[in-house]
């Protein structure tokens, strides 16, 4: 088991800084590979960053290259989201997510989530 704690999130204006932190127990850590996924009202759940074990290999959607930045520490048992150059169209509740199989992009990768965290930008 997992238990995952997301943090950080909040109201900030478009163009402005955020950066989401997930504190991880319950299993070695750096075993693992860690996704961001976020949900927007009325829409599905989608991928927005992931990061393999080590941390060396990231991928990120399209709308957030560039913008976003995964890390993790793993001797903190904790991964990031640093979030620059934020748009209104970000605005969502963002989930930390854990694979015990491999870095992906897809959510049926990863099987524990936490509570999510609200981000809200405004224009």
């Known amino acids: 088991q997992v238990q995952l704690v997301e943090s950080g999130g909040g109201l900030v204006q478009a163009g402005g800084s955020l950066r989401l932190s997930c504190g991880a127990s319950?299993?070695?850590?750096?075993?693992?590979?860690t996704g961001w996924f976020r949900q927007a009202p009325g829409k599905e759940r989608e991928f927005v960053a992931a990061?393999?074990?080590?941390?060396?290999?990231?991928y990120y959607a399209d709308s957030v290259k560039d913008r976003f930045t995964i890390s993790r520490n793993n001797a903190k048992n904790t991964v990031y989201l640093q979030m620059n150059r934020l748009k209104p169209e970000d605005t969502a509740v963002y989930y930390c997510?854990?694979?015990?199989?491999?870095?992906?992009?897809?959510?049926?990768?990863?099987?524990?989530w936490g509570q999510g965290t609200r981000v809200t930008v405004s224009s």
């Open positions: 319950g299993r070695t850590f750096s075993n693992t590979a």
């Open positions: 997510a854990v694979g015990l199989s491999g870095i992906s992009r897809t959510a049926a990768g990863y099987q524990y």
């Open positions: 990061a393999s074990g080590s941390g060396i290999s990231t």
